[in-house]
């Protein structure tokens, strides 16, 4: 398999439930990322990990907990969200963070919270 | 902001035509990229072009940039309607490890 690839492509979640989503890359990259692309707003960077370590958390509220156990996989532990969370969470890898290079993304995990 | 902005927000053509999609950012930058989303998908990086380049090629792509302006433009010649999708440009933000700063995008639709 090649690319990024996402897990699940689609969750619809109550306030009070706990569920993960998970990424993960076969590009050999060092640096990963989840975004946050709701309706009608630019693409939101949420948090940066490279080489395993966190790098970037843009002031994301603590409901949302990112864990890299290695430099293949990322996962986005969710715990008692909003509606407002709903939206299409995308993964992304790079060769290394802060050098110039493409980002590619996964297809995304299209959330819903009721 | 450093956000870049395109312009316009939505375009609709005929396949065959040619389509041209405008960003403005509003710092320096030391390259910028243009992407594509088919709805409810992933991005797919397109093209990328550094500050001390002011055209790119890459297939039916082309892409300008200038510095002086702060602009860039996106033209896709002789569009097909699989063009149809959301173009973003993204600009890094070099005081935080080049992360990526992305536009609200245009939407294209390329009718057949």
């Known amino acids: 398999e090649t690319g990024v690839t996402q897990t699940p492509r689609h969750l619809v979640m109550g306030m009070t439930n706990k569920k993960s989503l998970k990424c993960e890359q076969h590009?050999?990259?060092?640096?990963m990322y989840w975004y946050k692309q709701s309706a009608k707003k630019p693409l939101e960077l949420m948090f940066v990990?490279?080489?395993?370590?966190?790098?970037e958390n843009n002031s994301v509220p603590s409901r949302f907990s990112p864990e890299c156990p290695n430099s293949s996989h990322l996962f986005l532990h969710l715990h008692t969200l909003q509606p407002e969370d709903s939206a299409l969470y995308l993964c992304?890898?790079?060769?290394?963070?802060?050098?110039?290079?493409?980002?590619?993304f996964g297809p995304g995990t299209r959330l819903t919270v009721l | 902001s450093q956000q870049g902005e395109e312009d316009p927000q939505a375009l609709s053509i005929q396949e065959g035509e040619n389509a041209t999609m405008n960003c403005s950012y509003k710092?320096?930058?030391?390259?910028l990229q243009w992407y594509r989303q088919n709805s409810g998908r992933g991005l797919v990086h397109l093209i990328l072009?550094?500050?001390?380049?002011r055209e790119k090629h890459s297939g039916r792509l082309r892409v300008t940039l200038d510095t002086s302006k702060k602009s860039s433009s996106l033209l896709i010649t002789a569009s097909r309607a699989a063009d149809t999708a959301s173009y973003f440009c993204?600009?890094?933000?070099?005081?935080?490890?080049?992360?990526?700063?992305f536009g609200a995008g245009t939407i294209l639709r390329v009718k057949s």
């Open positions: 992304a890898s790079s060769q290394v963070w802060g050098r110039v290079n493409e980002q590619f």
């Open positions: 590009l050999g990259h060092n640096a």
């Open positions: 990990y490279n080489f395993k370590e966190q790098t």
């Open positions: 710092t320096s930058i030391n390259n």
């Open positions: 072009i550094r500050s001390n380049e």
């Open positions: 993204a600009t890094p933000n070099m005081e935080y490890g080049n992360k990526l700063v």
